[in-house]
């Protein structure tokens, strides 16, 4: 079994043999609408631009993004990709001590460990059903912690926190001279998302860093555009000094410009999400030999109750079946009993469904 980032077609292509373009996605989180046709359009009518310099301030595109969020225009930053944004940011804090909340995406381990931040997790409870424990979580987010990272609604688990219990925390945090960053890359896919978002919290906390992506909920990876928001003043300097010129290129800017502006594509996608979950998770939880656990996001992680089949052995049935699932045990905290899967098309999401039930009923 390869370990490696959900949504990795070449590599699967590689070692199976199989077509990517034959495979159907289900590890790669990413919206099955796929890019925008609208915006598809727009692109082709005016592949001009790449002939002309971005603007250095993406003075549109970060009007965009303000518009779309809510956010002060002042307060956003664009780059290439979130992981740039996060790297910088784990710079400029300088964290000596790193919390990270688990099981997590590995990317915030490296990023920190690049930086020479000794990273550290607190980890979220099967007991729990992976929801956090704030009054633990408190204690444990002393004044040694120098940053505090958490994804919210956190991959693999789905789980997520509240806009007030998030206050709660980063005004803890403030206090301990503690560093925030949210990654918000799911945030799109929740229903009543105005109670999760922590955006709103940026104009209040200038110790807070919320990050969002394009590749998921646009379906836009390989446009490589990320944003972030933050009153921290140290950080948009540090930022505005290191990072390279025109770091955004001119196709993803002008797509950026357009993305955040189509409302009928952002309302089937959460529509089509929401209807889907639910529907889902509904019967998942009538079989006799899975634990199902509630998600706010794109994804559904399931844990096998069984001992005829393992996570890794259902990965190898279902990739010969064209189907590709996460095995969830590289995750940090999960064993070879856990498995996510993204939610697709309704035909494909009942396929998959029937073919789980095969091998795990």
């Not at 603007?55 to 979130?82: C, M, P």
């Not at 189907?323 to 939610?343: G, N, P, Q, W």
């Amino acid at each position: 079994m390869i370990h490696q980032h959900g949504g990795d077609l070449n590599a699967i292509e590689k070692q199976y043999h199989i077509p990517k373009k034959e495979i159907i996605d289900f590890s790669g989180n990413i919206n099955p609408f796929g890019f925008p046709a609208s915006v598809k359009k727009s692109l082709v009518q005016n592949l001009d631009i790449l002939s002309v310099y971005p603007d250095k301030n993406y003075t549109t595109l970060r009007k965009a993004i303000a518009n779309y969020t809510g956010a002060d225009f002042e307060h956003i930053v664009v780059g290439n990709g979130s992981t740039e944004l996060i790297s910088t940011f784990i710079k400029t804090t300088q964290a000596q001590q790193t919390l990270i909340v688990g099981p997590a995406y590995s990317e915030y381990e490296r990023e920190a460990e690049l930086c020479g931040s000794n990273y550290h997790y607190f980890a979220l409870e099967e007991k729990d059903h992976f929801c956090i424990n704030l009054p633990k979580l408190l204690t444990a987010l002393t004044s040694e912690i120098g940053l505090f990272i958490l994804c919210n609604p956190n991959n693999p688990t789905g789980t997520v926190v509240s806009t007030k219990q998030l206050e709660k925390i980063v005004e803890h945090c403030k206090t301990n001279n503690t560093a925030v960053m949210i990654d918000e890359t799911y945030m799109e896919f929740c229903d009543n998302l105005e109670q999760y978002c922590a955006i709103p919290l940026t104009k209040k906390f200038d110790n807070l860093f919320v990050i969002r992506g394009t590749s998921k909920f646009f379906a836009a990876p390989g446009l490589r555009l990320g944003y972030a928001v933050s009153s921290n003043e140290t950080f948009l300097k540090t930022l505005k000094q290191y990072q390279d010129p025109w770091s955004v290129n001119s196709i993803a800017a002008f797509a950026g410009e357009l993305l955040f502006s189509d409302k009928q594509f952002i309302q089937q996608t959460k529509e089509l999400i929401s209807t889907e979950r639910k529907r889902c998770i509904t019967e998942l939880k009538k079989w006799k030999h899975i634990t199902v656990y509630d998600s706010s996001s794109n994804f559904i992680l399931l844990k096998l109750q069984t001992n005829k089949i393992d996570s890794h052995q259902l990965f190898e049935i279902l990739i010969q079946k064209k189907l590709l699932i996460r095995d969830a045990s590289s995750f940090t905290f999960l064993d070879d009993t856990f498995l996510r899967f993204c939610i697709l098309l309704p035909e494909q999401n009942t396929y998959l469904l029937k073919e789980l039930k095969t091998f795990i009923e």
